[in-house]
């Protein structure tokens, strides 16, 4: 995998659970790709919240923590 | 449609006002049809909701947003399920990322089985978050000291147990709840515990701004019948604290005339 070989994809923990995705996507890609509206989540990186603006500029790199989060019913 | 006869102000927290005195929860609902058509029949304005992660793997358990309409109801995000100050500052923004309002329900626990607020961590977060631009409304125990505590961090409610979350059991201490509500100058919303609707109509007897539940509702056989059971209890309870009850005594009093009565020689 390393020393000039160029690395297809990233490993991350995306909603507590390990993930294998595509090198060179965005935060705004990985929702397109699980299907959900941007509207609809929060998104929390390696524990600082995104703006909804940033997802498109926000890479997802080697080793990222990130959480999907959205409103469900509670008391 | 039941109204309010005395003409009751609304009650205001932070920069709102509010009619209905009934904050009702959206958990614990078989389906999300009920919930939605319980909440209207309940005729709460702010309704809470809490926040989760997504479930990447079970889509079906779609977003509250699917369901109910910020511009239909004013949504609440809680930090339900938060053990430390940490964690519910956490939760609170990302609950505010999502862009609806800059409002918390504030809920620290401190032990699995009661569920009764952490009062310190609870404080604590509190101040975080009104220095950081939150309106705090803080679930809390029926404790004075820490409801005053709650009001000098700047929280906008202060919103003491009727008894522990869940559990049904109305309330265990209305002299405290009273005296909260006399010492404070922010409303007082008394949140959890709550099993029927006698228990909602005692507690606004107390002469509370409001009270929120949310499991006597979802719990109940017909969750839409006591919707609105809780919410003419509620108005009820309000009314009847607005009244002013008769005085209590342990021994009968007459309410027919004693004179006039037939076969008797005088009166």
Not at chain 2, 227 to 256: C, T
Request: a negative charge; one cysteine or more.
């Amino acid at each position: 995998m390393r020393s000039g070989v160029t690395v297809h994809s990233v490993s991350i923990v995306l909603n507590g659970k390990s993930r294998t995705v595509r090198n060179g996507l965005t935060v705004a890609d990985l929702l397109r790709d699980l299907e959900l509206h941007p509207a609809m989540v929060v998104v929390e990186r390696n524990r600082k919240i995104l703006a909804r603006e940033a997802l498109q500029a926000t890479p997802v790199e080697e080793g990222d923590r990130i959480e999907l989060v959205h409103f469900v019913g509670g008391g | 449609m039941v109204r309010d006869t005395r003409g009751d102000l609304p009650f205001v927290m932070g920069d709102h006002a509010f009619t209905s005195r009934l904050i009702v929860g959206t958990g614990k609902y078989r389906t999300n049809d009920e919930m939605v058509t319980a909440i209207r029949a309940s005729g709460a304005e702010m309704v809470t909701v809490a926040v989760r992660r997504v479930d990447l793997d079970r889509r079906r358990e779609e977003g509250i947003l699917h369901h109910l309409s910020p511009d239909e109801f004013f949504l609440l995000p809680n930090t339900a399920g938060c053990f430390t100050a940490e964690d519910a500052l956490r939760y609170a923004r990302l609950g505010r990322a999502a862009g609806l309002n800059d409002w918390v329900k504030l809920e620290v626990i401190g032990d699995e089985r009661t569920l009764l607020p952490d009062t310190a961590a609870t404080l604590a977060a509190a101040g975080e978050l009104v220095a950081d631009g939150f309106k705090v409304m803080a679930y809390t125990n029926d404790d004075l000291i820490t409801a005053m505590r709650l009001e000098d961090a700047g929280c906008v409610a202060v919103m003491p147990l009727a008894s522990p979350i869940g559990s049904g059991l109305g309330v265990v201490n209305p002299y405290y709840i009273r005296e909260i509500k006399r010492r404070l100058t922010v409303p007082v919303i008394v949140d959890a515990g709550v099993g029927t609707a006698s228990d909602a109509c005692v507690t606004m007897e107390q002469g509370v701004d409001g009270v929120l539940m949310n499991t006597a509702i979802a719990a109940a056989s017909d969750p839409v019948g006591m919707a609105r059971a809780m919410k003419l209890a509620v108005l009820a309870g309000r009314e009847a604290y607005l009244a002013g009850r008769m005085a209590a005594r342990e021994i009968a009093v007459p309410s027919s005339p004693t004179t006039g009565m037939l076969d008797r020689e005088h009166g």
